[in-house]
């Protein structure tokens, strides 16, 4: 900066950006700020300059108190990983007791700043600013993403040393905050793991269920560290209740460890501190398995983790054998989608393939005669569940050719049909989860394997009725759509057991978030991979579209399927390599990767397995 009052006019670069141009690492100036005037909101970067690094320019001698505001916005914005440059915007107090990690504040554009009162109190040698905006969402310490709405307001206060004469912020609130844009060049959306622990355990020797704790890291500074002490402090109070973690209390990085880089055959050697030695193997792997399926999305590569504590090695583990410790879902690919034909019965095509002619379904439901509205095939492909086309009666049956149907395992008593059964949906342990809408009697109800008398899940706190469920492969999280008021939204729930000896277990679904706070219309979603669901709906007064979205109500880093017109239902695999899958206007249609929607034929209800 270095101009002082009496050279108003001048302007100067408030941040640096570098990014790559063929090779060639590129420094410019940038959001240039006038020395005089208003001061305005920061203007943030856009998003298509991923590659962008920004870098924070400290401070100008004699800056006045609104280059002081405007450039400590800036330096948030910066890939500075300790905010240092910021803290020289700070007066020695203020920068000890500032903590930018416990708290981000995301705004839909970079904050406003303007001094409080008529012409502040400059020649008194303090002056407030209030920071203005409206808010998009809220990162919390545990770097969990939450949406916010409303509009932002707080106060910064700066103080003129008497000495020297330089202005400097002497109180600030907690955290930082910035623009969306901004937001989406600094930080990334990685999924961190832990395992399920109330799903209903089938033996001792049963592998654990992976279950995706997704949290936003920035994306410049060390990311594989953070995402390993991420995993290692616990995960996120949303979903503690239901996972639990293979690392013993208390363990972290060794001191002095630094930032983790693997080598040059992908091995990353990760130095634990002594709460972690002395662990058996099975559970060693299973805590590598933890960062294995964590690390498998950042750059560069880890094909393979050694735990060290106490100076000496406690195990290693590979990619290939941490499924074999423990169960990732999205890494099971099915045989077959399976969707009604105009016969309405079950039908079936090979998962991924070009084919276009269904075969009938094995079993009764694919060669009976029971005309079905909706269907749904167990996660092992062993059995199906189908809902009449009245959509009163469930039935279940297996995927063995000439079995029988039987009677119906469950029957609403709904007076019309959008008054009686969803498509029903299974979970990891072949229980049957499907909600009745009967008005005068809305339950959700959990068939466990299929059959015996339904169980009624309790769900506190839902404010609506259920128009369609769908279990996470995992087991532990629940998506519903719910309406209310002619508003249809998609909540994403946990899943909660309590099972007592010689009882009947109680189950119930709490913590229900929204995931698309900005549609009031959703009418079809799908899980798509470990903790991201597709989903059509439509704004408030806009038109029907199609998007993908985190379980933390955030957008993923990933473009939004091709449009559609006219969706009435959508599936997706937990192999993001199989293509989606939706009934249209146009009968069945899907999505291969990097090609447009291809009709493969009429039909209705398409469905993988789950």
């Not at 955030?554 to 993001?576: M, R, W, Y």
Request: glycine share 10%.
């Amino acid at each position: 900066m270095g101009a002082d009052r009496e050279r108003r006019g001048r302007r100067r670069p408030a941040r640096v950006m570098a990014y790559a141009a063929g090779g060639v690492l590129v420094l410019a100036g940038c959001a240039s700020m006038p020395d005089n005037g208003d001061l305005r909101s920061v203007e943030s970067t856009p998003r298509q300059d991923t590659q962008v690094r920004v870098f924070a320019v400290p401070p100008g001698e004699d800056a006045p108190p609104s280059e002081i505001v405007q450039g400590f916005l800036e330096a948030l914005t910066s890939d500075d990983p300790q905010y240092k440059t910021a803290r020289q915007y700070l007066t020695g107090e203020a920068a000890k007791t500032w903590r930018p990690e416990v708290y981000t504040t995301v705004l839909t554009d970079g904050p406003g700043a303007k001094p409080e009162g008529p012409g502040g109190r400059e020649d008194a040698g303090e002056i407030s600013y209030v920071l203005t905006g409206t808010k998009v969402a809220t990162v919390d310490a545990q770097q969990s993403y939450t949406p916010a709405t409303g509009t932002y307001g707080r106060t910064v206060h700066l103080t003129q040393d008497e000495k020297s004469g330089q202005w400097r912020i002497d109180a600030l609130p907690q955290g930082v905050v910035m623009g969306q844009s901004d937001f989406q060049r600094n930080y990334m959306s990685v999924s961190k793991y832990y395992f399920a622990s109330n799903t209903v355990a089938a033996g001792a020797e049963s592998q654990p269920t992976a279950v995706a704790d997704p949290v936003y890291v920035r994306r410049r500074v060390d990311p594989m560290t953070q995402m390993v002490r991420s995993l290692l402090s616990g995960p996120t109070r949303w979903l503690d209740p239901v996972v639990r973690s293979s690392f013993p209390t208390g363990t972290a990085l060794a001191k002095g460890a630094g930032a983790l880089t693997p080598d040059d055959r992908s091995l990353l050697t990760v130095p634990l501190n002594d709460k972690a030695a002395g662990i058996g193997t099975n559970r060693c792997e299973e805590m590598a398995a933890q960062l294995l399926f964590t690390l498998r999305s950042l750059s560069p590569a880890v094909d393979e983790v050694e735990l060290r504590a106490g100076g000496t090695e406690l195990c290693s583990l590979t990619q290939a054998a941490a499924e074999t410790a423990a169960s990732r879902s999205a890494a099971r690919h099915p045989d077959y989608l399976y969707f009604v034909d105009g016969k309405d019965r079950l039908v079936r095509i090979p998962a991924g393939s070009s084919e276009t002619k269904p075969d009938p379904a094995p079993g009764a439901l694919g060669e009976g005669d029971t005309a079905l509205r909706s269907v749904a095939v167990s996660r092992d492909e062993h059995t199906a569940a189908g809902v009449s086309l009245d959509g009163r009666s469930l039935y279940v049956g297996s995927l063995v050719s000439g079995g029988s149907l039987g009677e119906p395992v469950l029957r609403s008593q709904g007076r019309s049909e959008s008054d009686r059964l969803t498509t029903p949906s299974w979970d990891a342990d072949d229980g049957l989860w499907v909600a009745d809408r009967n008005p005068r009697d809305p339950r959700l109800l959990l068939l466990e394997d299929g059959k015996g008398e339904p169980l009624e899940v309790r769900t506190p706190h839902l404010d609506g009725r259920i128009q369609s469920v769908r279990v996470a492969a995992d087991g532990v999280r629940i998506a519903l759509v719910v309406e209310k008021g002619g508003k249809k939204t998609l909540l994403i729930g946990l899943i909660e057991r309590e099972e007592k000896p010689g009882e009947q277990p109680a189950v119930r679904v709490v913590e229900l978030r929204s995931a698309t706070p900005e549609l009031e219309e959703v009418t079809a979603m799908s899980w798509a991979g470990d903790s991201r669901l597709v989903v059509v709906g439509r704004e408030h007064g806009g038109v029907e579209q199609m998007r993908y979205v985190q379980v933390d109500g955030s957008t993923p880093d990933a473009p939004a399927p091709a449009a559609l017109t006219g969706v009435k239902e959508v599936t997706a695999a937990q192999d993001d390599g199989l293509p989606l899958v939706a009934n249209s206007v146009d009968g069945i249609v899907r999505l291969p990767t990097g090609a447009q929607w291809q009709k493969v034929t009429q039909g209705t209800a398409p469905v993988y397995p789950g």
